[in-house]
């Protein structure tokens, strides 16, 4: 059994920086793809980032490439986005999500197997 846990989220003005964490409960994630999605109100989940755990490459959404980043850190078995010049347009619930079954990152949340609960992320113009 796999258990995501999402932090980091919060309130910032338009142009700010959050980071969000993903902590993972396995002891390796090496066969996984991990990725992180949103979901704002009235509107369906869609995919933000996401990458191998083993390495590669990385995969942005076009509405926020040059502006956020995904990234991991091994030994803490977490994986992180690092949110600059955010938007009001970014506010959502952000959640991160993994997969074992897939060797590739797909945008598909039906492809992801294992959920966070999600953080809420607003930004305020």
């Known amino acids: 059994q796999v258990q995501l846990v999402e932090s980091g989220g919060g309130l910032v003005q338009a142009g700010g920086s959050l980071r969000l964490s993903c902590a993972a409960s396995?002891?390796?994630?090496?066969?996984?793809?991990m990725a992180w999605f949103r979901q704002a109100p009235g509107k369906e989940r869609e995919f933000v980032a996401g990458?191998?755990?083993?390495?590669?490459?990385?995969y942005y959404a076009e509405s926020v490439k040059g502006r956020f980043t995904i990234s991991r850190e091994h030994a803490k078995n977490t994986v992180y986005l690092q949110m600059n010049s955010l938007k009001p347009e970014d506010t959502a619930v952000y959640y991160c999500?993994?997969?074992?079954?897939?060797?590739?990152?797909?945008?598909?949340?039906?492809?992801?197997?294992?959920w966070g609960q999600g953080t809420q992320v607003t930004v305020s113009s």
């Open positions: 999500a993994a997969s074992y079954a897939i060797t590739v990152v797909t945008t598909f949340d039906a492809d992801y197997d294992y």
């Open positions: 396995r002891r390796t994630f090496s066969d996984y793809v």
């Open positions: 990458f191998r755990w083993s390495g590669g490459s990385t």
